[in-house]
């Protein structure tokens, strides 16, 4: 079984957010690192080349058991069209909450958000405190 492509790099997420482009992105993503630390307070680690992830979870495929690996519990990347938003719909009360958020489309697993000006922040906040709560480890670390 092959690994995951995604996981944890030692790379320095600031100069990460420093460099995104264009500058509305990186103003964004700079204050959305700022809001993901306050909820989660921990620090951000860059998952693969443009994921900023906070805290991690063990996971295994529902399709095929033995995929497994590990995942951010929230995380985001101010990627140039739109900002992505993971880890914020995992889970039924995540989910049942995401209308309220404002203006968004979503993926398959993650939300996306042209600008934090089409947002609710307080709804975010509350969407990250239910995804950092999630507590489904299924294997012992």
Known sequence: MSEPKTGPTDADVHAFLDAATPARRREDGLRLAEIFREVTGTEPVLWGPSMVGYG???????????RRGRWPKVAFSPRKAQLSLYGLKDL???AGLLPELGAYTE??????????????LGVLRRLVAIAWARDDDPEPR
């Not at 991690?56 to 033995?66: A, E, F, K, L």
């Open 56 to 66: 991690s979870y063990r996971y295994i495929s529902p399709s095929d058991p033995r």
């Open 92 to 94: 039924p009360e995540g």
């Open 107 to 120: 993926g398959a697993g993650c939300v996306y958000v042209k600008k934090l000006d089409d947002i609710d």
